[in-house]
């Protein structure tokens, strides 16, 4: 079992920054592929960005390449997303989420339905 818990989310102008985190509970959470995904309001989840166990591979959105950079500390059982340069269109509440069932894949996944455990989401609001 994998329990996630987000923080760091909140109101930003245009052009802000935020850093998520993201705390795992678990002592396997090293060995898995960790993602973040996003969800606006009428609109489904999407994925963000992705990290494998080792750190060595990462993965973003077209959308958010440049602007947003995802990390891990495993010694800490924690996952970052700094976000920079922040639009009006990355308003959403964003997940985290833990891949457990492939541990020390290389290559972690942008598809949802492979991450089988999830935080509760932290709102981010950006302001034009």
């Known amino acids: 079992q994998v329990q996630l818990v987000e923080s760091g989310g909140g109101l930003v102008q245009a052009g802000g920054s935020l850093r998520l985190s993201c705390a795992a509970s678990?002592?396997?959470?090293?060995?898995?592929?960790m993602g973040w995904f996003r969800q606006a309001p009428g609109k489904e989840r999407e994925f963000v960005a992705t990290?494998?166990?080792?750190?060595?591979?990462?993965y973003y959105a077209d959308s958010v390449k440049g602007r947003f950079s995802i990390s891990r500390d495993n010694a800490k059982n924690m996952v970052y997303l700094q976000m920079n340069s922040l639009k009006p269109e990355d308003t959403a509440v964003y997940y985290c989420?833990?891949?457990?069932?492939?541990?020390?894949?290389?290559?972690?996944?942008?598809?949802?339905?492979?991450?089988?455990?999830w935080g509760q989401g932290t709102q981010v609001t950006v302001s034009s």
């Open positions: 989420a833990a891949a457990s069932r492939h541990k020390y894949y290389s290559n972690p996944s942008r598809d949802p339905s492979l991450y089988d455990f």
């Open positions: 990290i494998s166990w080792s750190s060595l591979n990462t």
């Open positions: 678990g002592r396997t959470f090293s060995s898995y592929p």
